[in-house]
């Protein structure tokens, strides 16, 4: 592994007498190539693309601040868990660091891990998808059929030809699978159409996205929800989920790098979440947009660490 930043440091809380009661911070080690396969949480400390995209930076603190919400949950699953450490972009070079989150993603999916990275700006997509690609390149799968499901109020789909941003990384994306030949499986869902131009709807009906608005996923509409994912599924050979915490109404989730007047309530993206994981073909997850500096009272530091709990259970 070549990340940045040590961050077994974080890993620190409270201590219950009562037997079998770990917590987190007492069970997670650090990861190492010969690890048995387990979950392994990966750090992308950068907001480089939220500060190109005028968005209010700070989501370079996200993995440290989702690290501590983690650290004293407690311990349900059978499986091991292991802390990569993070991959820091300080200098402005996005790109680069992109390219490191990529090279180490590939590394771990290599060993037979369930990754999950901490943004970090939603710029971290594109370095996660570059590191699957890599990994079933390596494996030897001509033409995958990679299912990205963005739980989001935004497309994220902004011209790639201006500026990359957090605003861009999955018309990078499709731009990235077509050179290669690929099939290119996007569903988003969550969005708000006050917060998406007219130009963004246009792009997204272009690339076939499956598209659930926010005041399309009420309890009511569930059902239906799950199953529109479910013929997506269907149709693809491995999962890439990516939640973008701003999918959340502000009042959940206050610290992030642009707060929905709406949003999806947790109850709601819970199901989704595990409807996913439980699908049995998701790869790799990540967080993205937790931004520490706005976060009253960590609302959205401890629920993002709620879903990393979520997305593990299963091991």
Known sequence: MNTDRNTMDAWMGRIDPEPDSPRWHQVIVPFSTAAAPGAVLLGFACDEGVRRNQGRPGAAAAPAAIRKALAGLAWH?????????????TD???EGAQVRLAQNLAEILAGGHFPLVLGGGHEVAFGTWQGLAAHLKHNGERTPRIGIVNLDAHFDLRDPAHAHSSGTPFAQIAEAAAARGWP?????LGV???SNTRALFRRAAELDVLVRED????????????????????D??????TIDLDVLPASEAPGVSAPAAR????????ALVEHLRDSGKLRVADLAELNPEHDIDHRTARVAGRL????????
Do not use: K, M
């Open 308 to 315: 990393v709990h979520l997305l593990t259970l299963n091991g």
């Open 236 to 241: 693809c050979d491995h999962l890439y989920l």
């Open 184 to 188: 290119f499986r996007y569903a988003c």
């Open 77 to 89: 699953r059978s499986g091991p868990a292991y802390d990569a450490g993070d991959v820091v972009c």
């Open 215 to 234: 005041r399309e996923i009420t309890p009511v509409t569930l059902p239906e929800v799950r199953a529109a994912l479910d013929t997506f599924i269907a």
């Open 263 to 270: 949003g999806v309530p947790l109850v709601l993206l819970e």
């Open 92 to 94: 402005g070079d996005l």
């Open 192 to 194: 708000s159409r006050t």
